[in-house]
């Protein structure tokens, strides 16, 4: 279990230094590796993520996702979920994004050669770059963005001001 703690704090740790001057991702409660020992078990199974998105329709939202990790993580796939709904076609009504390929792809990769960072790099991406989405949880969705943008952009942005308000940290 020791290893696993050392593993999500590298992880964490190398998030917290990423997105330092961007905010795109911000760890909700910060972990002090020198008190690893009295860390609570689930902020290292359940990390929360603060999302503040830098592109339209999702501007001026923040936007909490937690990542589930296994017991044995990183031989098991993590599973995510946004805590506060996002109208994106990448994300369920209950929250749940697994349509990302790195997560439909994480058996197939060597361990240690893909972590958290990498998740949340990609959940960014998908997020912004809709013309890149294959499988969407919500295909009605993407049928919109496709079909009448300003409409999607929209339902986007009035979602995002009222469910994904600015928290003060």
């Excluded at 996702?65 to 109208?87: A, G, S």
């Excluded at 949880?137 to 995002?160: M, N, V, Y």
Aim: net charge negative.
């Amino acid at each position: 279990m020791v290893s696993k703690h050392i593993r999500l704090l590298k992880d964490l740790a190398h998030i917290d230094e990423s997105f330092q001057s961007d905010h795109l991702f911000s760890i909700k409660k910060k972990l002090d590796a020198s008190t690893c020992d009295a860390i609570h078990e689930t902020d290292l199974t359940h990390p929360i993520f603060i999302y503040t998105p830098q592109q339209s329709p999702y501007i001026g939202g923040e936007f909490e996702l937690e990542i589930n990790l296994p017991l044995d993580y990183p031989t098991t796939t993590p599973r995510v979920k946004f805590r506060t709904p996002i109208y994106s076609p990448i994300v369920d009504e209950s929250g749940i994004i697994s349509c990302l390929p790195i997560l439909q792809r994480w058996q197939s990769y060597p361990i240690n050669s893909i972590n958290l960072y990498d998740i949340l790099i990609e959940i960014d991406y998908y997020i912004t770059h809709l013309e890149d989405v294959d499988e969407p949880h919500r295909p009605i969705l993407l049928t919109e963005w496709k079909e009448d943008p300003s409409l999607f952009h929209k339902l986007a942005e009035q979602q995002t001001k009222e469910l994904a308000k600015s928290q003060k940290r």
